[in-house]
């Protein structure tokens, strides 16, 4: 049995729970450790079962909750070289330091991890894709821009986690300044609503089954639009299949293959 569920997603914090029988992950540690412990209750998890925590970047929206958790749970925490110096400055406990290789499997427990690089404004990001019991989930949020690579890394996911940041009108009209509005738009900015719509129709004709909508900007998109927008673009170029979108604040209903 997989098990995947969206604790947070969006640029207050990010943090997604993903296990099996054996093993116990979380994706990032965006928010505090109080709010992860207390969305782990909501599972009837303690904090203390998760057996590994994995980095995507160092940026604060995936990394704030690291220093509690490491003083006071100790869970072995996985980044790669370049995004531990980047998050020195965290004191993260020696002994819960672990590294990966972007674009190198490795393994925790009875999940295999292929962390794969994807374009955004830091040292060294990357998405996962993670494998167990001939299952596929994947997690590719703050990207900058699509790449054939990138679509590979995703294609045959039974559950895929994919950015649909903002609305291209909505940021363009708001009260972002210049330069924020073209660093969110550049290339390693985030994905819009409608590129990752164009991205999610071919997957869906590429074994996707399952596509959760994550890193939701709470001021220039809004979770009914990013929906609408995605489902259309499916709808009229690729297949239909379930398609959600992941709570900011709340505990999404968990998915289980």
Known sequence: MIQFCNLYSGSSGN???VATDKTKILVDAGVSCNKIVKALNELDIELDDIDAIIITHEHSDH????TTISKKYHIPVYANIKTWHMIDS???NDTCKFTFSSNQEFEIGDFKIYPFSI??????????????EDKKITIATDIGHITEGILHQMENSDILMLESNYDDETLKCGPYPYQLKKRIMSNDGHLSNEDAGKALAYLSKNNVSNIVLGHLSKENNFPELAYQTVYNEIDAN?????LSVASRDFVDPMITL
């Open 119 to 132: 374009p955004h404004d830091a040292v060294d990001p990357c998405g996962f894709s993670m494998f167990a």
């Open 90 to 92: 965290l004191n993260v």
């Open 63 to 66: 990394t704030k909750g690291l």
């Open 15 to 17: 943090c997604t729970y």
């Open 238 to 242: 690729g297949h239909i299949c379930n």
